[in-house]
């Protein structure tokens, strides 16, 4: 087996003893070093970006908050101005309706007030009449031309109570 | 060593023949002649070189095909280091991914025909477990001065039993580099010479020579699968012992 002599020994210690050395060194000095700092520098670039997203996505998160908190109060101060005008209009309607309502009421009682007038002057106006009537009558039937005095009392006496 | 006559032994492979200066077949290999060996460990070299630093030399943070290899024999290596010793394996890290390489490429390498298997040869084998083994050794007891030699006795064990335990204790601690070596060296010889016996059937059976072809095809994808074990379980055991100098038990 020429593994088993020696005389080739020598030459392959040497040989091994060289080239294993400067493979040491060059992967120890060079190889390794570079490649690390290859693996470091994407895991910090990772790092840097998972970051970077977290920060984003919390950004995100409080425009998203902000957003519903104005849309919340957009909608709670819609609804107030809506109520708001809901109970203007509500009272507009009440004061018209109760101005209406005393319109209506002072003109009935102008109305009445009216009718009682005429009422009073009609009757007024008919005593005259009936005085007239009641002489004339009086004189025809009995003969008897009566005093205008007492032609005035009797007919208020008997009109009183019909008034 | 070779064997002599014209047929063609499965283990003339394993030769060691002198490049520079040139030497005749089976001549005198002086102690500093460039052989067959040499020229595959120093291509070992220069395509390890050349596979880091060229594939990463973009650096990319977005990695090529190239590159991701390379970060891929790291970060193996890396885990590899932090599952067996933890983080103070880092210190380590160099020459364990050296050693790796170094083999792997050596077992690789031998995988193209016609070239030369450096890590079949029982001294290159050796020559690494040995400066391995005295490592950690000198590690060892760096760390932990005469406290050292307490990994010899199990814990636990009674008095009585001491007188036992420790030779077997020292034994297996001594026999750690042979193991290693004798390891790594085995498989690859046993691959090889495997291979080439089998091969040699080829021309032999004429027609039928289909069935060994057949059967080398498979052996060296079981051969380049045994190239990438071995030169991690070398890995790893370093890992292990170095686990074992820092912590002892």
């Known amino acids: 087996m020429p593994q088993l002599d020696p005389a080739v020994w020598p030459t392959q210690l040497i040989w091994l003893a060289i080239t294993f050395i400067a493979c040491y060194l060059v992967i120890w000095r060079i190889a390794l070093p570079r490649i690390a700092d290859v693996l470091e520098a994407r895991q910090r670039k990772l790092d840097d970006d998972l970051k970077k997203a977290t920060a984003l996505k919390e950004e995100a998160e409080t425009i998203l908050a902000e957003y519903e908190k104005m849309r919340a109060d957009a909608q709670a101060s819609a609804h107030s101005v809506l109520q708001k005008a809901q109970d203007e209009m509500k009272a507009e309607a009440e004061r018209q309706n109760s101005e209406v309502a005393a319109k209506l009421a002072k003109q009935t009682e102008e109305a009445e007030a009216r009718i009682a007038e005429a009422k009073t002057a009609a009757l007024s106006s008919l005593e005259g009449t009936v005085n007239e009537v009641v002489a004339a009558a009086t004189e025809k039937l009995i003969g008897v031309k009566a005093g205008d005095q007492e032609i005035a009392r009797a007919v208020t006496e008997v009109m009183g109570g019909k008034r | ?142 760390k932990h001065g005469m406290h050292f030699f307490s990994f010899f006795v199990p814990p636990g064990a009674p008095l009585a039993m001491w007188p036992l335990l420790i030779p077997i204790e020292v034994i297996s601690y001594l026999s750690r580099p042979i193991s290693l070596s004798v390891r790594l060296f085995a498989n690859m010889l046993a691959g090889h010479t495997l291979l080439k016996v089998i091969a040699g059937f080829i021309g032999v059976l004429g027609v039928f020579g289909i069935l060994p072809f057949a059967l080398v095809v498979a052996l060296t994808g079981l051969e380049i699968l045994i190239a990438f074990l071995q030169a991690y379980v070398f890995a790893i055991l370093t890992c292990l012992y170095i686990n074992d100098a820092l912590h002892l038990h």
Request: aromatic share 12%.
């Open chain 2, 1 to 142: 060593m070779a064997e002599g006559g014209g047929g063609h032994s499965p283990l003339e492979q394993f030769e060691i023949k002198s490049i520079f200066p040139a030497g005749g077949h089976g001549g005198e290999v002086g102690t500093f002649a460039f052989t067959n060996s040499s020229l595959m460990m120093v291509a070992a070299l220069v395509l390890i070189s050349a596979f880091l630093i060229l594939g990463m030399r973009r650096g990319a943070l977005v990695p090529g095909r190239m590159q991701s290899l390379a970060e891929m024999s790291y970060e193996f290596i890396a885990g590899l280091i932090s599952d067996t010793v933890g983080a103070e394996g880092r210190r380590y890290f160099p020459i364990i991914f050296t050693l790796f390489m170094f083999i792997l490429f050596g077992n690789l390498l031998g995988m193209l025909p016609y070239s030369f298997t450096f890590t079949s040869h029982i001294i290159v084998t050796f020559a690494l477990a040995a400066m391995v083994f005295i490592g950690v050794t000198v590690l060892a007891i760096a």
